[in-house]
């Protein structure tokens, strides 16, 4: 497609249940990122991927969430056991390349509510 | 690792008036700072970014600075419209890949 493509673009879910959300990178960009914004804050990183392997997994705020990419493409951001403070939007990026100067280009976000 | 400061956390200005929004960063490493647009609702958009070999970058009614010496780099919005509304993120890059975002300015523009 022509830009980052995320799914679902809405979630509600209970407390306790896992979610998995779903990015669709720019074609040919062998960079992905994902971002957690909560409501009304910035973006606060959470793991960026070069082709299939994830070499800074730093931002990831606990061991209920992990991520994994396929193909050099899609990636799939899972979050088990959800908590309230799971609640956020949650941006993927890509990049041509994970190199400095890159355009990131982020996509709609995937906006989560555990209730 | 980055950190990235940015002030203020809002901003009104009147209609044809200019913004500024002013951020600093940690670590002297960082060589690209770009700036990103984000409506309400919608994805961040990137709007200008400057490199660290440039001191000033403008495109249109925007313009960034870079002074790398005292680690700090503004956006400058002249001729404001009430369509540059919205929340505005510097970030900071150091090194391969990671962005560090500020934690955004809301700007308001009062027709």
């Known amino acids: 497609g022509a830009g980052v493509s995320q799914s679902p673009s809405n979630k509600v879910t209970e407390k306790g249940k896992d979610v998995e959300l779903r990015c669709d990178p720019i074609?040919?960009?062998?960079?992905l990122y994902w971002y957690r914004q909560r409501l009304g804050q910035g973006l606060e990183f959470l793991i960026y991927?070069?082709?299939?392997?994830?070499?800074?997994k730093s931002g990831l705020p606990s061991d209920r969430f992990s991520a994994e990419r396929t193909g050099e493409s899609v990636s799939t951001l899972t979050i088990q056991r959800t908590q309230q403070e799971d609640s956020a939007v949650y941006l993927c990026?890509?990049?041509?390349?994970?190199?400095?100067?890159?355009?990131?280009?982020f996509g709609e976000g995937s906006w989560l509510t555990v209730v | 690792g980055e950190n990235v400061e940015q002030h203020p956390s809002t901003l009104s200005v009147q209609e044809g008036d200019s913004a500024v929004i002013k951020c600093t960063y940690s670590d002297s490493a960082s060589n690209y700072f770009p700036w990103y647009k984000q409506e309400l609702g919608k994805r961040p958009q990137l709007i200008i970014d400057i490199r660290s070999n440039v001191g000033e970058k403008k495109d249109q009614r925007i313009a960034v600075t870079l002074n790398k010496t005292a680690k700090h780099f503004s956006l400058h919005i002249t001729e404001t419209q009430p369509e540059d509304s919205a929340v505005y993120f510097c970030a900071a890059r150091a090194g391969s890949y990671q962005l560090t975002f500020g934690k955004g300015t809301k700007l308001s523009v009062i027709p």
């Open positions: 991927f070069q082709g299939n392997s994830a070499p800074d």
């Open positions: 074609s040919g960009h062998t960079a």
């Open positions: 990026a890509s990049s041509l390349q994970g190199f400095t100067g890159n355009t990131i280009y």
